[in-house]
């Protein structure tokens, strides 16, 4: 056989080494029926259990392959679903596998007869009649034969054949197989949308009264179909038809999907397994890249960051070649060493010079000049009270240059009130002793500069303490 295979499969013209063969009912079986709704997940186990109700042969005998077909015809209900089966003898498979392989060929697909020729049909069916009807039936009648088909969205739900005992038959014989009956328990039984038309193709004699017998016997309009001419084949048949749509497999898009070869199919157990692998790895891909792309962004910051700040060599030799931990004793020595000169300058929210220096300049009035600023306080780095690092006291000394003697006192005493008036000294050294006098050795060197007509001036002398009981006093 593998031969005769080799042989007119070598004459003829083919675009590869892949073969799909479709069965007779000699060697597979087609069956469509109806179960309990149930998840994907069961259908395996449920299939396995309903196909023991509608073939009669031991299970373990049989290779078989389903398809789920969700319903939606008259006779549909949610709480079913239908199912397309094709069954074959477990070795079937092998066997042919065989055969096609000593041919040099590949075996791409095994089906049933049924499911092939209603791949064709309906390729061949024209789109108007598709959208007047979805569901119909197709009667093929020959000289020893006949079959029909009851199709509905593309897919085969039903299917009828009866061997002619005599030659020609007569149009009686078609009350044999209850053609209207199977129409019906097609729609009701089965799920199928209504059958509202029927085709009818042949080569008997007789073919209008068999059309018209069949239009009588179903009630729904009957046509013509030649098969023949679209495919240009000259006296095709059953085996033919079959032969040409499982040709069709893999470059006609149609509903059925059912093959018992199980030659590039995976189980739905294992899509389920894929599908689930792919959205995990779609979630951690997904992760890594939103990570990668935030580390990258904290890393250009930070960069930018760093590049604001310039390298100074003089610290580069300073901490060359050495740990984390000589640094840290290297920071909290200079840590150590910041909190005494804190200390020295005053400590945080203490009196500093600076803020002195600053107040003076500010408080002073045009008429009057210093001429000698002490300020005096001890360094007492323990934790007693006589350690908080207050200045003890601050001298001043100056004068002042006015028209009267009297004036120039007034603008030392102004100048005192407004010491006493600022935020900072008057808080810190609110007690004031004031002295003032006429000195002219005090004054020799002014008066040189300004000449003979220059008067003596009044010299003053501020020594401030921090606060006490009692008030100022002014010598």
Known sequence: FAQFLNKNLGAAKRAGPNVVVTLSRHMGLFRYFTMPAAESKFWATAVRLEIKKHVPLALETLKFDFQVIQQKGAGASKMRQGVLTAVTGKDTVGKIEKIISAAGLKLAGVEVAPCSIARLWDRLDTPDAKAESQSYAHVLVDATSMRFLVIDRGVPVLFRELLWTQAPPSVEALRRIEFANSLR?????????????????????????????????????????????????????????????????????????????????????????????????????????????YHQALYMIRSQDLGRYHREPRLEAIFKGKRERDIQTMIK?????????????????????????????????????LTDIKFERPLKLGNGPESRGEPSKLTLSGYARAASRDEEAALVLKFKEELLKSKDIGTSLGHVDVTMNRKEEQLAATRLAHGPEFRQQTAFTFTMTPPKAGSGMMR
Do not use: C
């Open 185 to 293: 328990f097609a729609a009701e039984m089965l799920g199928a949308a209504p059958v509202s038309r029927a085709l009818v193709s042949g080569r008997l004699p007789d073919m209008p009264a068999w059309r018209e017998a069949l239009a009588q016997d179903s009630g729904v309009p009957v046509e013509d179909a030649d098969i023949d001419a679209p495919l240009g084949l000259r006296g095709g048949d059953w085996a033919a038809y079959a032969a040409v749509g499982a040709a069709a497999k893999f470059t006609v898009r149609n509903a059925v999907a059912v093959d018992v070869g199980q030659a590039n199919k995976v189980s739905e157990e294992e899509v389920r397994a894929a599908k689930n692998i792919f959205i995990v790895s779609a979630v951690l891909t997904a992760y890594f890249i939103i990570s990668g792309v």
């Open 333 to 369: 020595a200079m840590q150590g060493r910041a909190n005494t000169f804190d200390a020295i300058n005053g400590g945080a929210g203490k009196l500093r010079p600076s803020l002195v220096l600053a107040e003076l300049a500010k408080s002073l009035p045009p008429e009057l000049w």
